[in-house]
């Protein structure tokens, strides 16, 4: 049993800051302020926001974020030891980090000798002392510290003992948190695994051999650690609290990172969603469910667990991304069922096929519908449309006839829930067509001496023996057209202003009939609330394009 808001392993979460660096990722302040509230309603314990010295934007955010009033998570400025030569009181970068007045500093500094000589361009001495300087200044300010230790996996192999001796160094100056990071995300779990071991054996050494006392040479010695965010009890002073910062770049960061927790470490830094510098980051939003359900340690306030799936949506939508399909415990696929057997399976025992159940995690259970399922998995469907059908029913079979009819012909509902939907409502007689498109058109121009392609659509719609046209450009034919169609019904559905179209897949379906072959489109939309997926099939990629979204628009009329 967990011990009521006891929290065993520190969450420290850095989209804000390394997230910041995945391509096509940009933050404003604003969002950056959603961002940080949706993190903390989940109860992480740390939230890294970025460097109050690297652009106008980021002091900005820190000049906001002073008002902000966190109830479980602690805001963490970031930046890096002094610069060489350069004494800490002198350096701008330090004074920005004291500027934007949060009470803990993520510091990072250079444990590899190669990074020392070869970026740094400073001694080994030097490095430790640009280390020592800058953690026994800031603390000397009143704030707490992190200390980074980047590329520590790689420096270590390089020259262990050099290494080692900037942890110590880091904690004797009077960081009470060491990470130990696979910066070039290059390590395998083994290499975490022995990595730990070693600085354990070194602090456990330093206890054995005078109570871990910092030399004479180190201006600050080490004071008791505050206690951790969510009410964990600190470390005991002659020993740092451990974490890892693993990158994806062999995809092993959630691996390495689940080693490090087996060796001892009791802080993970990562993003909600892996995104971030080159391959990413460990996703923590697939790692919390694991240390929580799988081995008994909490991370998460009580009762947060369950709202994993909804507040890392969340975060998606503010951040303009997509949550993958087949990301572990929240992603839409995680608890999809497509073979026969594997659904009739599942809804007798829900074990045979799940590792847990979807709840846990605020998911749901998926079946897809392809000629490949059966009827419990049609029967399950329409049950939670809330279509009570027996398995026997004649229309059961109805339905998986229509379904192999249709993706003999290029449809697949496999991925497009909202169309499936639709289509057996309307098998079943339970669907009601709130409109008709009477005419449409979309153009596509150059006009001449322009480069800009110049597209536009209009549409004309019947809804309970009204017309209405509409015409609207858009950024290619198809936007064009989605603009046209809820313009033209917005007047009668003013609840059509909430969604947005969020992705757009077409597929050619038989490539031996070159341009005249078959597309398949695949259209996502989204309220901000939910998201549902579409689809239409068609020689005319635009008639496609406008099956599918009439049935996105008809979803959402009709739920």
Request: hydrophobic share 40%; with cysteine.
């Amino acid at each position: 049993m967990h011990k009521k808001n006891t929290i065993d392993i520190e969450m420290f979460d850095t989209t804000l800051r390394d997230g910041a660096q995945g391509a096509g990722i940009s933050f404003s302040v604003q969002d950056k302020l959603a961002i940080i509230g949706t993190l903390d309603e989940l109860g992480l314990s740390w939230i890294e926001a970025g460097n109050p010295g690297s652009n106008p934007k980021d002091s900005d955010f820190f000049r906001s974020a002073k008002k902000i009033k966190l109830r479980h998570a602690v805001l963490c400025a970031f930046g890096s030891t002094r610069k060489k030569n350069l004494s800490v009181k002198d350096d701008a970068q330090i004074a920005s980090l004291l500027s934007a007045e949060t009470e803990t500093i993520t510091l990072f500094g250079k444990s590899s000798a190669l990074h020392v000589k070869d970026v740094l361009k400073a001694s080994l001495e030097e490095n430790l002392d640009m280390i020592a300087e800058t953690i026994s200044f800031l603390r000397a300010e009143g704030r707490n510290v992190i200390y980074d230790a980047e590329h520590f996996f790689d420096g270590w192999k390089l020259n262990g003992e050099y290494a080692l001796k900037t942890l110590r160094t880091a904690f004797f100056a009077g960081a009470q948190r060491i990470i130990l990071c696979d910066t070039n995300g290059g390590s395998f779990p083994n290499t975490i695994r022995e990595g730990f071991a070693a600085v354990n054996d070194m602090f456990e050494a330093e206890i054995q051999s005078g109570g871990g006392k910092p030399p004479p040479s180190l201006r600050a010695s080490v004071t008791t650690l505050p206690p951790s965010p969510g009410g964990s009890a600190p470390k005991p002073p002659n020993r740092p609290i451990l974490g890892i910062h693993a990158h994806n770049d062999m995809g092993l960061a959630l691996a390495c990172s689940l080693t490090a927790l087996e060796a001892g470490c009791t802080h993970v830094q990562g993003t909600l969603l892996g995104f971030g510098e080159r391959c990413g980051n460990t996703p923590l939003a697939a790692l919390i469910p694991s240390i929580e359900l799988k081995l008994g340690q909490r991370c998460l306030p009580e009762g947060r667990l369950e709202r994993l799936s909804e507040l890392s949506r969340r975060v998606a939508e503010i951040s303009n991304i997509n949550v993958q399909d087949q990301m572990p415990y929240i992603g839409s696929q995680a608890f999809s069922h497509k073979a026969g057997m594997h659904a009739d399976g599942v809804l007798k025992a829900s074990a045979s096929f799940e590792h847990i159940s979807p709840a846990l995690v605020g998911n749901v259970r998926h079946f897809l519908m392809s000629e490949q399922g059966g009827r419990s998995a049609i029967v399950e469907r329409l049950r939670l449309m809330g279509e009570n059908v027996d398995r026997d029913s004649p229309l059961i079979s109805k339905i998986s006839r229509k379904l192999k009819e249709l993706e003999s012909g290029g449809w697949q509902f496999e991925g497009a829930d909202a169309s499936f939907e639709i289509l057996a409502r309307k098998m079943i007689g339970s669907f009601k067509s709130r409109f008709s498109v009477l005419a449409y058109r979309a153009v596509s121009e150059h006009p001449s001496g322009e480069k800009l392609e110049c597209c536009y659509a209009w549409a004309k719609v019947l809804v309970e023996g009204q017309t209405e046209i509409a015409a609207a450009e858009g950024d290619g034919p198809v936007n064009a057209m989605d603009g046209a169609l809820r313009r033209a019904l917005s007047r009668f559905f003013p609840v059509l202003k909430e969604i947005r179209l969020s992705d757009y897949k077409v597929r050619v379906i038989d490539g031996n009939d070159a341009t005249a072959a078959q597309v398949r489109v695949l259209i996502e939309s989204s309220d901000g609330a939910s998201i549902w997926t579409t689809v239409g099939v068609s020689t005319d990629i635009i008639e496609a394009s406008c099956i599918a979204l009439v049935d996105a628009i008809e979803y959402k009329l009709n739920r």
